[in-house]
Nanobody, 131 residues
Framework: HVQLVESGGESVQAGGSLTLSCEISLSLHSNYFIGWFRQAPGKGREGVARIYSGTDKIIYADSVKGRFTPSRDNTKRADYSRIPSMVYLQMNNLQLDDTAMYYC?????????????????WGQGTQVTVS
């Protein structure tokens, strides 16, 4: 069973902050790359940041480095899996160019932010509008 559900998107003024959440239900593999992507109108899907459940290593896109921070919950699971139940994206100093639909994605093998088309599982997205 695989499910990713994003929430937290809303309209915000430039310079403001917002935290997105992604509720995760994943199985089959012990660990997953969990990433945040965004897609602005008329543009392709852009990788923002990702975290690997096995090591918690984080990678950021240059466009958000220093402003966006992904994180995960550390609730211990009954099955001892390191896959988080929730991941978050803290976004600070939001700019007009950050306006986009934001997606949570997961894949057991692909972790590159530049390979959005290869990520296997996707949520439905949550809209962030900066004005």
């Amino acid at each position: 069973h695989v499910q990713l559900v994003e929430s937290g998107g809303e309209s915000v003024q430039a310079g403001g902050s917002l935290t997105l959440s992604c509720e995760i239900s994943l199985s089959l593999h012990s660990n997953y790359f969990i990433g945040w992507f965004r897609q602005a109108p008329g543009k392709g899907r852009e990788g923002v940041a990702r975290i690997y459940s096995g090591t918690d290593k984080i990678i950021y896109a240059d466009s958000v480095k220093g402003r966006f921070t992904p994180s995960r919950d550390n609730t211990k699971r009954a099955d001892y899996s390191r896959i988080p139940s929730m991941v978050y994206l803290q976004m600070n100093n939001l700019q007009l160019d950050d306006t986009a639909m934001y997606y949570c994605a997961a894949d057991p093998f692909v972790g590159e932010l530049g390979r959005a088309d290869d990520w296997r599982y996707w949520g439905q997205g949550t809209q962030v509008t900066v004005s």
